[in-house]
C-alpha cells in the first residue's frame, strides 16, 4: 500500500529504540504530522531478535487496545523489520537499496538513530569498536540516507546522545576545538563534508589512547562519552549544512540530537532510573511534533535537545 510516511529506527529490537517503535506508533495517529498510513522499519542486526521485536509490537496489547495497527485495528501505522547493522557498510547499502527501490528516491521522512554500544573496559580495542558504531556507523548511515528525506522541516533525522557527551568533561581548549568543529557545518554546502572536522576530534581521541596521551589531550577516559560527544558536534555540523543547502529552495529536514535519559536497559546494566517508554518520550516528540514546538526550524536545526527541551551543549 501507499504510505503518506516511512520512519526508521535502528537498535530497535529491545530496550529504548523498541520502547520508540512502539510510541511512535501509539502517537502518530493523534500527532500534527498525521497525514496518511505510516510505515515504521524496525531495523536490527540480528534477524532472530528483529523478527522477535516485531511480533511482539505486532501483539502488544496496548497497541492493539488502541487500535493504531493497520493489521489488528484498521488504524494508520504498519511495522515490518529490517536487518541493519550500522557498522557494516554493505549492510547501510542494502538498508538504503529496499528503501529506495519501496519508496522512491525521496521517500523517508523520519530516521531515529538509537543504535549504539557501551562496552566494558578502557583500552584501544574498545575505542575502536565503540566509535565504529556510535560515531561512524550513526554518521555512515546518515549520510547514505539524508539524500532520501523529503525536504522539508517535518522530516526528522534523530541521533540519540546522551549526557554523558557534555563538553563540561574536557578541558577547555579542547571544549572550544569540539564547539568550532560543529559551527564549522555552517560553512558547508553539502552535509558530506560537514563533520569532517569533528571526525578528525575522534580520531585524535582514538590515537591519544592508542599513545597513551588522551589524558594530557583532554579527553576523559571513556569511549562512550567521547563517541557522544562526536554524535552532538557533527549532528550540529549536518544541521547547519542542511540549512545552507537549502537556504534557497525548499525547507530543509531537521536534524537533532537528544539525550533519553538514565534508562533501565542492558545497555546500563539495568541500573537506570528511567523506564524504557520514558526514554523514548524525547525522541518521539522530535519525530512528531510540529517543528514551533521545537522553537522554530531556524533554531532547532542541529541542536541538542533533552526532557523535551533544547540544551546547551
Known sequence: MPYARVAAVTGANKGIGLAIVRNLA?????SPLNTGPLLIYVTARDKTRGEA????LLTDPLLIRSNVLSASGGGPVDITYHPLDISDRSSIQRFASTLRSR????GLDVLVNNAGVALDGF????VRATLAV???GTLDLTLSLLSMVKPAPSSRV???ASMMGALDRYSAPLQ????????????EDTPATAAADTTVIMHAFEEGVRMSTHAALGFPSSAYMVSKAGVIGATRALGLALANQHRDGDGAPLVVSCCPGYVDTDM???NGTRTPDEGARTPVWLALADARELGGAEVAQGRYFKDEKLKEW
Open 134 to 136: 556510535n560515531y561512524e
Open 158 to 160: 534523530i541521533n540519540l
Open 53 to 56: 521485536a516485531l511480533s511482539s
Open 123 to 126: 583500552d584501544e580495542r574498545v
Open 103 to 106: 519508496h522512491g528516491d525521496r
Open 26 to 30: 501509539l502517537t502518530y495517529p493523534s
Open 176 to 187: 572550544r576545538r569540539f564547539r568550532e568543529a560543529a559551527e564549522a557545518g555552517a560553512r
Open 268 to 270: 546500563t546494566k539495568h
